[in-house]
């Protein structure tokens, strides 16, 4: 066994510290969480569409539509919100601290005003969690849903706070830009919730 | 390469060694006392925790049976009154189920996976701090519960309505539900470290075609628990907010559906059984291999069918509910997918049966529980035939003939196989061998009393005994078989007792196990037992399944990791060719903080939903400390701290 000191070696120690996409373990963190979350979300639409066959009435009566323009407006902010979180993903590619600055800035701003609407919307709903089956999916899946944009929103404030205040350190180019898909996620989550809850043929009746 | 070969080397081989082992000793340090048990993220550390705290779960949900046997032993005993009762059976299934089974087996995959695969951690290593202590959190909660006479009461899959509002008033129910929560979440991060630490950090050469077939098992039941586990996380959360906002998911006279429950529960509650039926599958199959020498029979079906089961567990979950009224067409199809189930698990035991055709295995301890698996499993596999099918399941449903099937299934397919797998990786844990002989006795005492337990339970369901009574009539004539089942759970707990005393005894008085003794095949047997902070002294590299069997003499090893960093090498999905080098980051107080801040917020949202809201505020602190960086990393700096 004495050749043991002369046994080939792989030498790793040329290998990057860091890398993108599905080579870094962190993007099939993220991956998983979004599969997690994915299927809760799923499960909330089967939970919907379950309740709504099972309806003798359908939205219950008493229930209005808080208005397809507003609805459609705020999903409009949250799409849009994609943009600046897409520019935030290609400057930290570059290491573009400025260009992160202002893009996770202008979304987080996107943010805030889409979380305002939200709030207008919510409190301007004609029924409550506790008043039927209809109301207690409508409220969870917002409740659930704003609690990510929420989330989504502290995630950005912290990494501008880091990113003014330093140290700023070469895995944060990854995290950032796994920050912006995560977000993607969240706005795509709600596109399908908005077509099921505003788009309902039901509801759509009782404008 | 064992140890004490390599320090055979050269001096200048031997010197340098050293120094290397100094550096990684010093760079992986695990904290001691109470601080190492707050702060640590050693996988090793935390898989024995897991593994610990579940078999403490597993004494005392084994105690709260051992009360049920002794309450039903005769007609009409007076020893537990119904409440009593009902509290003993549903935490003894929630205990058994959420505390014991589910964390054990992940907990031994958090600490056998990377030396498995050769690397050095778990891929998020705080992250699996923080699931441990969460799932601490839902333990003690259900039995502060159980011991303030406030245990939950409605059984372990909580139908409602009997759980709902109306039915149960007080806090048990709402203990169960966020109970669930906790170990769900600590379940979820746990098979979201395992999926990327197993896609990205196996030795180089480890192609997905030659990982260790244990390895795959934690795969695929990590996969389970990811689509599985957000089922009851969202139903549990929907009967807490039943409970406590008044909200209608359930309540038919305001649109909810009961049977919603149901089937949210059961979409998780059935892969729920294979996610702790497959690691047991994994331990299997070591077992197998090291006690015959010799290379499963079947790698790509036994792969095939861990894969098949796993997709295949997704499609059954109504044939929990064939006593609802669901139309038959729909029964039929779940019917049809139940008895299918058969064919993988079927599978996988005749390619066992022909790895130990004709060899010569070691009857030691480790085989004795899988033979006894075998045995004990394929009964349990027949009387699930049976039950698949609709007629027969309106019979027996709800009686004995369920309990016995399912202690068939589970303590057949999973704890026979735990026990094996403890007997046979203990040793390296602890770097001390088992008694032979008592491992043997307890072995016939489990094997001999679980039988004399459950077997007669078949009978009284087909008799018409229900289950969940706490006593029943002397003119029914099950008094006979229920003092038979009483007396073997003596046997049983017995043996479980010797299994435990056996552990303990080798703590002190154990022979000395060395690196690898059982002549294994896998790559935790190559490190020292137990294995050091860092793992290995240099990540070996693999050229075959069976790594250890097909190394070559000139197998290469792996330098150029940085020693004074927490350095882990990344390889690609497939073939496991190295990509680049990660950073882990080292012992941490914050996950443990994160853990008290969830725990804080739901058990405060059991009695008020802003608890949700103060909650948020401890629980984002956490996080903000938990990212901040602090350069303890020595990671490349893009833009230095300004002051």
């Known amino acids: ?130 008043s039927h089956a209809y109301g207690s999916v409508v409220w969870i899946a917002a409740a659930l849903h704003t609690t990510h944009v929420l989330t989504g929103t502290g995630e950005n404030l912290l990494f501008l706070a880091l990113l003014l205040k330093g140290p700023v350190e070469d895995k944060h180019m990854v995290d950032l830009r796994l920050n912006s898909m995560y977000w993607y996620f969240v706005v795509l989550a709600w596109v399908v919730f908005y077509c099921i809850f505003f788009l309902d043929p039901g509801l759509l009746q009782v404008r | 390469m064992s140890v004490a070969e390599v320090e055979d080397v050269g001096y200048a081989g031997e010197n340098a060694d050293a120094e290397e082992r100094r550096r990684l000793e010093r760079t992986w340090w695990s904290p001691k006392g109470l601080r190492g048990w707050l702060t640590d993220v050693d996988h090793k550390a935390i898989g024995k925790r897991y593994v610990g705290t579940a078999l403490v779960f597993f004494a005392l949900g084994g105690i709260e049976a051992l009360l049920m046997r002794l309450q039903l032993a005769r007609p009409e005993a007076r020893l537990i009154g119904p409440d009593r009762y009902d509290q003993l059976f549903t935490v003894h299934g929630s205990t058994m189920m959420f505390l014991f089974a589910v964390p054990i087996m992940l907990g031994m995959g958090t600490y056998l996976v990377p030396l498995m695969i050769g690397t050095r951690n778990l891929a998020f290593p705080r992250l699996n701090a923080f699931s441990y202590w969460v799932y601490v959190a839902g333990g003690l909660l259900l039995y502060a519960g159980l011991f303030t006479n406030t245990g939950p009461d409605a059984g372990w899959f909580a139908y409602v309505p009997l759980s709902g509002p109306a039915f149960s008033p007080g806090k048990r129910v709402d203990i169960w539900a966020q109970m669930i929560t906790f170990t769900e979440i600590s379940s979820l991060a746990v098979a979201v470290n395992l999926i990327t630490t197993i896609f990205k950090h196996r030795a180089p050469g480890m192609s997905l075609n030659r990982v260790p077939l244990f390895v795959w098992s934690q795969l695929v039941t990590s996969f389970m628990v990811v689509f599985a586990m957000p089922a009851v996380m969202l139903c549990s959360l929907m009967l807490a907010l039943d409970r406590l906002v008044d909200t209608h998911f359930f309540n038919p006279s305001e649109g909810g559906d009961a049977l919603l429950w149901q089937h949210l529960f059961w979409f998780f509650g059935h892969p729920e059984v294979y996610i702790i039926f497959i690691p047991a599958l994994g331990m299997v199959s070591s077992i197998i291999a090291a006690s015959t020498r010799r290379e499963v029979f079947g790698y790509l079906p036994m792969v095939m069918s861990l894969v098949a089961t796993g997709f295949i567990g997704f499609g059954l979950w109504v044939h929990h509910m064939f006593a609802t009224g669901l139309p038959q067409l729909g029964a039929s199809f779940f019917t049809a997918a139940s008895l299918m189930i058969a064919i993988p698990s079927g599978t996988q035991i005749f390619c066992w049966l022909a790895t130990l055709w004709g060899s010569r295995p070691r009857f030691t301890t480790p085989l004795l529980y899988v033979l006894g698996f075998f045995f004990v499993f394929v009964i349990g596999g027949l009387t699930g035939v049976m039950l698949g099918s609709v007629p027969l399941d309106l019979q027996v449903h709800d009686t004995f003939f369920v309990v016995a099937h399912f202690h068939y299934v589970l303590i057949g397919g999973a704890v026979f196989p735990l026990l094996g797998g403890l007997s046979f990786w203990l040793p390296k844990m602890t770097g001390r061998r088992l008694s032979e002989r008592l491992g043997r006795l307890s072995f016939w005492l489990v094997f001999v009393g679980f039988n004399v337990t459950f077997f007669p339970m078949h009978q009284l369901g087909l008799q018409g005994m229900p289950r969940r009574v706490y006593t029943y009539l002397p003119e029914t004539g099950w008094g006979d078989l229920n003092l038979l089942a009483t007396i073997g759970a003596g046997i049983l707990g017995l043996g479980v007792l010797v299994f435990v005393v056996n552990a303990l005894q080798s703590l002190r008085h154990g022979e000395m196990a060395g690196d690898d003794p059982w002549g294994a095949d896998t790559l935790e047997w190559s490190t020292s037992s137990p294995p050091p902070s860092y793992n290995f002294l240099r990540l070996p590299t693999v050229a075959g399944r069976y790594a250890l069997w097909s190394r070559r003499d000139d197998q290469p090893e792996v330098t150029g990791l940085r ?36 725990a804080m917020t739901f058990i405060y949202a059991i009695f008020n939903p802003w608890g949700f809201v103060v909650g948020a505020v401890p629980c984002a602190v956490a996080l903000i400390a938990w990212f901040w960086p602090r350069g303890d990393m020595d990671r490349d700096v893009i833009m230095e701290k300004r002051s």
């Not at chain 1, 919100?81 to 400025?98: C, E, F, N, T, W």
């Open chain 1, 1 to 130: 066994m004495s050749a043991i000191a002369e046994k080939p070696a792989l030498d790793v120690s040329g290998l990057p510290t860091v890398a993108d996409g599905p080579r870094a373990p962190l993007w099939w963190g993220v991956t998983g969480i979004m599969a997690i979350e994915g299927t809760m979300f799923a499960i909330l639409v089967a939970t919907y569409f379950y309740l709504r066959g099972a309806a003798v009435e359908w939205p219950p009566t008493g229930v209005r539509h808080p208005g397809l323009g507003i609805t459609t407006l705020n999903l409009a902010i949250l799409l849009a919100s994609i943009v600046p979180m897409y520019l935030v993903a290609r400057a930290a590619g570059r290491q573009d601290l400025k260009g992160i600055r202002l893009w996770l800035l202008v979304s987080t701003v996107l943010m805030v005003a889409f979380l305002a609407v939200r709030g207008f919307i919510l409190t301007g709903l004609t029924f409550r969690w506790d």
């Open chain 2, 563 to 598: 020693s004074d960093r927490r350095e882990m090498l990344v390889t690609n999905l497939l073939d496991a060719e190295p990509d680049h080098r990660d950073v882990l980051p080292g012992p941490t107080i914050w996950p443990f903080i994160l853990a008290c801040g969830v």
